[in-house]
């Protein structure tokens, strides 16, 4: 992405002949003027695909209002990031966007905004009439249960969106047994990321288990959270039949011996897992060590693997 002073970005955006595709606004200090003006570039502009904006003060509700006010006549921005101190106001100033807005594809708020429960769900609702947006990143949002549940709840009806990042929030059993629940029926859905939360055994075995039904789910994170050691068996069992999934994080989740060492003898057979953490287990340091070097080498087999099975579809 191109970094560009706003003066200049405004410039750009406006000039029929630029060719601009991607903006990237760092620390600029834009404030509600800056925002007007890059709002009404916005409405003009019919080249940007990438907008993302970083700011260190907030740009208040009437600079969010302005920008997504423009996102309603802009018909080419697909990805959009917003790390500017958003608000559960701000966020449903965004979520009605998406009842009109049919080019944006993904949204990230991930950062410095706590848009919290009320914010989660007014974009949840959004996205059960929203044909278009894909994925969403929400991590460190002040988020719990409430507003996770609302996303859980999209899954059973929203066949587009498949890429969601709830990392860093107050999430708890609650809310994993309730996006465990949906992925049973969604055969869409592809990453869940939950690093970060307050997710135990009970929300671990739910997810663990529901693994081996699902065959959509490529990424599940789910490092430094607490779902232990017989989460991590339950997975273990799930590796053995599941072939889609690619990404597993278990880092730092009090998984004793037994867990790490169910899920190496899996991974012993299963070929399709590319990428897996448990370090921060708990067992023998040394011992650890030459497990996770174990784990290292199967995932270097897998990703060999995979790329031989994609050159050859090629030829």
């Given at each position: 992405m191109s970094k560009l002073e706003l003066e200049e970005a405004v410039k750009q955006l406006r000039d029929p002949l630029s060719n601009l595709t991607n903006l990237r606004l760092e620390y600029k200090d834009i404030g509600v003027e800056g925002a007007r003006e890059l709002a009404a570039a916005?409405?003009?502009?019919?080249?940007?695909?990438?907008?993302?904006?970083?700011?260190?003060?907030?740009?208040?509700?009437?600079?969010?209002?302005?920008?997504?006010?423009?996102l309603v006549e802009n018909a080419t921005l697909?990805?959009?990031?917003?790390?500017?101190?958003?608000?559960?106001?701000?966020?449903?100033?965004?979520?009605?966007?998406?009842?009109?807005?049919?080019?944006?594809?993904?949204?990230?708020?991930?950062?410095?905004?706590?848009?919290?429960?009320?914010g989660a769900k007014a974009l949840a609702k959004a996205l059960k009439k929203n044909s278009t947006v894909t994925g969403m990143k929400l991590g460190k949002n002040d988020i719990g249960d409430e507003g996770a549940r609302a996303f859980a709840d999209v899954l059973e009806i929203n066949t587009t969106f498949n890429d969601l990042d709830l990392?860093?929030?107050?999430?708890?059993?609650?809310?994993?047994?309730?996006?465990?629940?949906?992925?049973?029926?969604?055969?869409?859905?592809?990453?869940?990321?939950?690093?970060?939360n307050k997710i135990g055994a009970e929300g671990g075995l739910a997810l663990a288990n529901v693994l081996s039904t699902n065959n959509t789910l490529t990424?599940?994170?789910?490092d430094f959270n607490n779902v232990g050691t017989e989460s991590a068996k339950a997975f273990a069992v799930a590796l053995e039949n599941n072939?889609?999934?690619?990404?597993?994080?278990?880092?730092?989740?009090?998984?004793?011996?037994e867990g790490?060492?169910?899920?190496?003898?899996?991974?012993?057979?299963?070929?399709?897992?590319?990428?897996?953490?448990?370090?921060?287990?708990?067992?023998?340091?040394?011992?650890?060590?030459?497990?996770?070097?174990?784990?290292?080498?199967?995932?270097?087999?897998?990703?060999?693997?995979?790329?031989?099975?994609?050159?050859?579809?090629?030829?």
């Open positions: 916005l409405e003009e502009n019919k080249t940007l695909k990438r907008l993302a904006i970083w700011e260190k003060k907030s740009i208040g509700y009437e600079g969010v209002r302005v920008l997504a006010a423009a697909t990805h959009l990031t917003l790390d500017v101190g958003i608000g559960a106001n701000e966020a449903r100033r965004l979520a009605l966007v998406l009842k009109y807005n049919a080019t944006l594809t993904y949204l990230d708020l991930r950062g410095s905004s706590s848009i919290g429960d009320e990392s860093e929030n107050k999430i708890t059993d609650e809310s994993a047994r309730a996006f465990a629940n949906s992925l049973k029926t969604n055969t869409t859905f592809k990453k869940l990321w939950l690093g970060q990424n599940l994170m789910l072939p889609t999934l690619r990404f597993l994080g278990l880092m730092y989740n009090n998984i004793g011996a790490v060492t169910a899920i190496i003898d899996v991974l012993e057979r299963n070929t399709t897992l590319t990428f897996l953490t448990l370090q921060g287990s708990s067992m023998d340091r040394h011992e650890l060590r030459e497990k996770l070097n174990h784990i290292e080498e199967l995932i270097v087999r897998n990703e060999t693997l995979k790329k031989e099975a994609e050159e050859e579809r090629k030829k």
